[in-house]
Structures are given as C-alpha cells and as structure tokens.
C-alpha cells in the first residue's frame, strides 16, 4: 500500500471520536447559530458526550492540576506541554515523595483528555478517599506537533523526531527535577491507551530500567507502517514492533521486576495481535496480567476501566505492600 493509505488505516484503526464530531456539526447547524454549533462541538471534543467530571460529596480532599513545559533535546529543542496531576496532599507533605504514573494519549489527541474523558483525577481522588489505593502524581505529556498529526511516540527516522527518547529522557528527568517524586524505576508507571498503549509498551520495553509497570489500554504490538515516521524503513518497524523485540528484551525485563498489564476488548481489530502478545509474555516468563474485554475500541472501555487501572499500577509498584 501507499504512505497515503497505510496512514489512513492507521487514522481509523485507532478510532478517534472525529467523525462523531463532524456528523453533531451537521445535525445540530440546523436548529442552532454557529456559536451554539462552536459550543456543541467544543464540549464534545473536550468531553467526548459526557458530563464534566467532577468528584462525588464523600472526596474530601481533591488534586490539583498544573502545565508546564519541557525543553526536549530529542525533539530539536521543541518546548512540549506536560499535564500533571499532582494528588490529594501533595501541597501539605513538603517530604513525602510520590511515584508517578505517565500517561500517553492516542491520535487524534491531547493529554487533558485523562483527566476530562476518562477521570482519572476523579479516579485518583475517590480511590484515595477510600483508602484502596497510594497516591500518585500523574503526567499526561504532550506527544507530537498537533492533535492529528502522528507520531506513535517512537524514535521516528527523521531528525528531530525522538519522542520516544523524549519520554523516557527529557520527561523523566524534567518531571524529577521539578516534583517530589521516587526518582528510580520502583516509582514510574508508564501507560496509555491505543497509540499511547503501544507506545508504552514499545518505550517500556526498551528502557526496562526507566518503568516498573507497563499498562496498554487497547494499544498494539506491531509498529504502523506510516511513511512520515519511520520512511517504509524495515530495521525501524521491526525495533519499534514489542511483539518482535520482546524475545530478545525479555531477559532484562524480567531482571529489573517490570510488571506488564493491559487489555484489549473483544470488538477490537487488534485483539489477535494483544492475545499473541499475551501467550509470548507466559512463554517467556515476563509477569503479567492480560484481559479481553467486553466491547469496542472506544472511550467508554478506557473510561470504565481506569479505576482498575489506576489500582494494578499502585499495586505493582516497588515498595507496594498491596
């Protein structure tokens, strides 16, 4: 196939929410102005049809929420937003540090959906209320030049286009330079959901020393062939493939106590890829815990699920008594 169509198979192999918002635009322009049409649109993006978020009465104690931006020597010097969640107490324990559990989105995307879609603020909050589960600071980087534009948070073959040496390089030390945080592989968690969900796992496996937990929320284990990335390029598909690196990381994964959890759902397209990834986790002994899940590739699977896991990355983290 052509760069065009295998970058089109990507775009809808992930699912995004885009077509949804273009076919409300139609609907609603015609019993509504171009604000309340801008309006329907925004919230919908922001929200993807859910309500704002919010904690429910018993959360006494809520996080907070803060941006601030990295420097990436792997991205040419590109300043990068970074969202963070920092927990319940943080501001009043001046010596406590705090694991932290990274979060990379999918495409089209942006890091604030964690906190507006699929709660995991919220999550945070109620699971500490109820004493089920330690605090975390969460950090939800920014991983690419704009919300449509495709990345897979891979070291790309390209100047200037390290983002997978971004996550695992630039974020990590900015995040422990500026927070309270266990600053070894016992505090990080690294997750995320589709392309995030891959990229977890293709940077986790590769920097086995760097994260304690992967977490894959219907991600992939078998790089795109997207030619602006990796340029048809087969030594660059097969190292950004975990399915095809595992083999020979497995030694050093199981070595460093990585730990790694993720699911797929039964409408998935990409869940025979996830249950042959499972089967070579267990052949090669690499500790893990793999789900098939009831569903679609969709916002309503990660957003049901992340109250799991947000418990599975607490409870697998070093030092855990869970």
Do not use: C
Request: aromatic residues 12%; without cysteine.
């Amino acid at each position: 196939m052509s760069g065009e169509t295998v970058a089109a198979v990507s775009w809808w192999r992930k699912r995004a929410a885009g077509v949804a918002a273009f076919v409300a635009v139609g609907l609603a322009f015609t019993g509504t102005g171009a604000v309340g049409v801008y309006r329907y649109v925004d919230n919908y993006w922001v929200y993807r049809g859910y309500a704002p978020p919010h904690d429910p009465s018993f959360v006494r104690a809520k996080g907070t929420v803060e941006r601030f931006y990295v420097k990436s020597a792997a991205l040419g010097g590109r300043n990068q937003p970074v969202d963070v969640y920092l927990p319940p107490g943080y501001a009043a324990s001046k010596r406590e540090r705090y694991p932290v559990f990274y979060l990379l989105h999918g495409v089209p995307g942006r890091p604030g959906a964690f906190l507006q879609t699929v709660r995991m603020g919220v999550v945070e909050d109620v699971l500490l209320a109820r004493h089920t589960a330690r605090p975390m600071i969460l950090v939800m980087p920014f991983g690419s030049t704009g919300s449509f534009t495709d990345k897979e948070w891979a070291n790309g073959a390209r100047p200037n286009e390290g983002w997978e040496t971004f996550v695992s390089r630039d974020l990590v030390r900015a995040v422990d330079a500026r927070y309270r945080t266990i600053r070894s592989a016992d505090g990080r968690v690294l997750g995320g959901l589709s392309e995030g969900g891959y990229g977890a796992l293709n940077i986790g496996i590769h920097h086995p020393t760097e994260f304690r937990v992967l977490e894959s929320w219907s991600g992939y284990e078998r790089a795109d062939d997207i030619a602006a990335i990796f340029e048809h390029r087969a030594s660059l598909l097969r190292r950004n493939s975990p399915s095809l690196v595992l083999a020979r990381k497995a030694k050093a994964v199981r070595a460093n106590g990585v730990y790694v959890w993720f699911y797929t759902a039964s409408g998935d397209r990409d869940r025979a890829q996830n249950v042959r990834f499972a089967s070579e986790l267990k052949r090669l002994g690499v500790p893990h815990r793999f789900a098939v899940l009831h569903g679609g590739h969709d916002w309503s699977l990660w957003r049901g699920q992340a109250a799991d896991a947000f418990l599975a990355a607490s409870r697998h983290l070093g030092g855990s008594d869970a």
